[in-house]
């Protein structure tokens, strides 16, 4: 098994462009959830799902868009980039009615 | 909102020493907390995991000691490892299943010099 797969592994931006971060998990997992992770904190909780076709908003999710339309894809997209936005995105997934979370490698995204 | 944190930021040790982490948590109804170790430029990878209804778990070199009294956890690594050189997290969930939530800590930072 690959686990959780991410790319691109790095990425810039300009301002006000839009992008789509990708992510996959091979292990049949129900939950998956993107976290940014800034210099010098933790990760925060951008987006997560349940299951495919559901969705739902985590601690930061203003400028991200996600949708679940397999169980194996959790796409999160940036529709106008900002600066504000330059951070490190991991995704994650974990198996049903349990807590363990898995992480993918993550994607570095710098918007200038 | 609730927050899990981190007494100490940073800790360094030398090989072979034990090595403590600790974290705090805010959230009384939190029944699962993780420690995951980071390596740089590489994505969070777990270490061990308790639940609430324990106090203390053992595994490989690494052991979780769990206070809900003072809502209190700990990372023992012992015999400690350049290899063991990362930033460690604590998360927690927010009781009952995660659902793919959890709530992580800052980090400390932990340097093993030869």
């Known amino acids: 098994n690959a686990g959780v797969t991410q790319t691109p592994k790095f990425q810039v931006l300009k301002t006000g462009q839009s992008m789509t971060l990708q992510c996959a998990q091979d292990m049949n997992h129900e939950y998956m959830s993107w976290y940014r992770q800034d210099p010098g904190m933790g990760l925060r909780l951008i987006h997560y799902s349940v299951g495919a076709g559901i969705t739902d908003q985590g601690e930061v999710p203003n400028g991200y868009n996600v949708s679940r339309s397999t169980t194996e894809d959790f796409p999160l997209r940036l529709l106008s980039a900002a600066p504000s936005q330059t951070s490190v995105y991991f995704c994650?997934?974990?198996?049903?009615?349990?807590?363990?979370?898995?992480f993918g490698p993550g994607t570095r995204l710098t918007v200038l | 909102g609730e927050s899990v944190g981190l007494h100490l930021p940073t800790l360094s040790v030398q090989e072979g020493d034990n090595s403590i982490i600790n974290c705090a948590y805010s959230n009384s109804a939190s029944d699962y907390f993780i420690w995951y170790k980071q390596e740089s430029g590489k994505g969070p990878q777990f270490i061990i995991d308790?639940?609430?209804?324990?106090d203390k778990r053992q595994g490989q070199r690494v052991t979780v000691l769990l206070n809900k009294t003072v809502k209190h956890l700990s990372l023992q690594i012992a015999a400690t490892q350049p290899g063991d050189s990362a930033v460690y997290f604590c998360a927690e969930n927010a009781g009952g299943t995660s659902y793919g939530k959890l709530t992580f800590g800052q980090g400390t930072i932990l340097t093993v010099h030869p």
């Open positions: 994650a997934s974990t198996r049903a009615n349990t807590d363990t979370q898995y």
């Open positions: 308790i639940r609430s209804n324990m």
